[in-house]
Antibody, heavy 116, light 106 residues
Framework: EVQLVQSGAEVRKPGESLTISCKAS????????ISWVRQMPGKGLEWMGK????????KYSPSFQGHITISIDNSITTAYLQWGSLKASDTAIYYC?????????WGQGTLVTVSS | DIQVTQSPSSLSASVGDRVTITCRAS??????LNWYRQKPGEAPKLLIY???KLQIGVPSRFSGSASGTDFALTISSLHPEDFATYYC?????????FGQGTKLNI
């Protein structure tokens, strides 16, 4: 069974750093890209960026470029989403998803709350 | 960036109704257009991929169609679990973009 299991909810202050994770299982990890998707409270889905597990090549949405880093550890089939300096506007649910041309399996989501 | 305009933003219907949601891409995306359903508190779920292909395990009441840069998701007979929010998405080129969403209300 394909599974993407994300790390738990986080609460941080503005300016703090954070890394959340997405552990994949049940398929050959290098056969699919991993993307991260943001959903702000009560809003729609926004694609943030993707990573190719075969070579760690990344592509970011211009809306998020420079503010986030996506990385991967093939040895433990886990992808990461990292912020160096959080803002209050980063408060959202973050989903990881595996894909080729469609996002056929999603993680359960990680709620990130940024508040002073 | 390719814009994907989804309509309507909300829709009221009843169990058993037939409904159609549409998306228009700002330029050609070939058939790289997917549809997802998101129930409250859950992750999105893939329904239709490549504009008209039914994802494994998805009921046949869901169907997708395409005409140029116009795409449609049709639910032939609404079930109670279909009252949710629906999104289209283009994966033709990055940045991948989602439609604004359609909330289907009872």
């Amino acid at each position: 069974e394909v599974q993407l299991v994300q790390s738990g909810a986080e609460v941080r202050k503005p300016g703090e750093s954070l890394t959340i994770s997405c552990k994949a299982s049940g398929y050959k990890f290098t056969n699919y890209w991993i993307s991260w998707v943001r959903q702000m409270p009560g809003k729609g889905l926004e694609w943030m960026g993707k990573i190719d597990p075969t070579d760690s090549d990344t592509k970011y949405s211009p809306s998020f470029q420079g503010h986030i880093t996506i990385s991967i550890d093939n040895s433990i089939t886990t992808a990461y989403l990292q912020w160096g300096s959080l803002k209050a506007s980063d408060t959202a649910i973050y989903y990881c998803a595996r894909h080729n041309t469609n996002f056929d399996s999603w993680g359960q989501g990680t709620l990130v709350t940024v508040s002073s | 960036d390719i814009q994907v305009t989804q309509s309507p933003s909300s829709l009221s219907a009843s169990v058993g109704d037939r409904v159609t949601i549409t998306c228009r891409a700002s330029q050609s995306v070939s058939d790289y257009l997917n549809w997802y359903r998101q129930k409250p508190g859950e992750a999105p779920k893939l329904l239709i991929y490549a504009a008209s292909k039914l994802q494994i395990g998805v009921p046949s009441r869901f169907s997708g169609s395409a005409s140029g840069t116009d795409f449609a998701l049709t639910i032939s007979s609404l079930h109670p679990e279909d009252f949710a929010t629906y999104y289209c998405q283009q994966t033709y080129t990055t940045p991948f973009t989602f439609g604004q969403g359609t909330k289907l209300n009872i």
